[in-house]
């Protein structure tokens, strides 16, 4: 039916003298590459290597993705401020980066959340920061265009915003750790994956992250708006890989194990099937007792009027 429609739209174009829009449509059929927007220095989701080479959780899921469609797969490292521009032009095909969902889900197509993530604060373990209403009088930094930026901007977070003495935007992580360790900052608003990333390659014990939540949130791979074939068909392949246990080992070995969320609305599907199963069966067998019971009155009446006659 689609080669069908396909032909149609041509023949009119090219009587139109517009054939060449044509390939739009067939996009996805022809498709080779896959490319993929990211921060470059946003570890442990996209990065670059001690060889010079982008990876990261979501590039090597990515990068498995594209190996089972027999496409290539382009990196791109853009400017997070330009994402949406990137995208809109067709410069990506989609942004895949430890990308918030929440408070953005009508702006983009996006695939089913994949982590469960928490903003957090991290502060220097000898600042005597230790929750978040200690911050107040304080300079906070954050990355520019983040979801921590948007969680501090948001109303639930208001009242804690207010009390910051300052609140600036930097560039990337590299500059806010670099911010706290000069004394410019008293604390770094950023996801938990990336802080336990950032404290785990710098000194032991230098940092810690705050156990109060800013905000809790998921992560998804954002298409442009109506690009539901493309997101269809990356995120089928990524289920394939997670049911191949092949999601699950990246996970582990980029350290964000513990917030995969793949699979939870199944396994509640699952679990509401399974207590429906067990209240029908529980219905099943009182109504079996009641007519039991019925039965057994009934049996006893008819008894007691034979022994009368």
């Known amino acids: 039916m689609k080669k069908r429609v396909i ?25 080779s590459t896959f490319t993929v927007g990211f921060d470059a220095e946003y570890p442990p989701f996209g990065y670059m290597d ?23 797969l382009v990196k791109k ?32 197509t996006w695939s089913d959340p ?87 390659q710098r000194e032991e014990g230098k940092y810690v992250i705050l156990e109060e939540p800013i905000q809790s949130e998921q992560y998804g791979i954002g298409f442009a708006l109506g690009n539901d074939e493309l997101k269809d068909t990356v995120w089928a392949e990524v289920m394939k890989l997670y049911e191949e246990g092949k999601v699950t080992e990246l996970a582990e070995k980029y350290e964000v194990a513990d917030m995969l969320c793949l699979g939870e609305e199944d396994a509640e599907a699952e679990d509401a099937g399974t207590e429906e199963a067990d209240a029908e069966a529980e219905d099943t067998a009182e109504e079996a007792d009641a007519d039991a019971e019925s039965a057994e009155d009934a049996g006893a009446d008819e008894a007691e009027e034979t022994e009368a006659e």
């Not at 032009?89 to 990308?99: A, K, L, P, Q, R």
């Not at 230790?130 to 921590?148: C, F, P, R």
């Open 7 to 31: 032909a149609v739209m041509m023949a009119a174009m090219m009587a139109a003298g517009t054939v060449s829009a044509v390939n739009v449509y067939a996009e996805e059929e022809e498709r």
């Open 50 to 72: 001690d060889d010079g080479e982008y990876v990261g959780f979501d590039l090597d899921v990515a990068q498995l993705v594209c190996d089972n469609l027999g496409w290539e």
């Open 77 to 108: 490292p853009i400017n997070w401020d330009s994402k949406d521009m990137e995208l809109n032009s067709g410069n990506i095909d989609c942004i895949w980066n430890g990308f918030t969902i929440n408070g953005r889900e009508d702006d983009y």
């Open 114 to 200: 994949y982590l469960n993530n928490e903003q957090v604060m991290v502060v220097a373990a000898d600042s005597g920061i230790e929750k978040l209403a200690d911050l107040a009088g304080k300079n906070v930094v954050v990355q520019a265009a983040s979801a921590a930026l948007d969680a501090l901007n948001s109303d639930d977070n208001k009242e804690l915003t207010e009390s910051f003495g300052s609140l600036t935007e930097n560039p990337d992580y590299n500059t806010a750790f670099m911010n706290i360790d000069s004394g410019a900052a008293d604390a770094v608003a950023v996801d938990i994956g990336v802080a336990k990333y950032q404290l785990a």
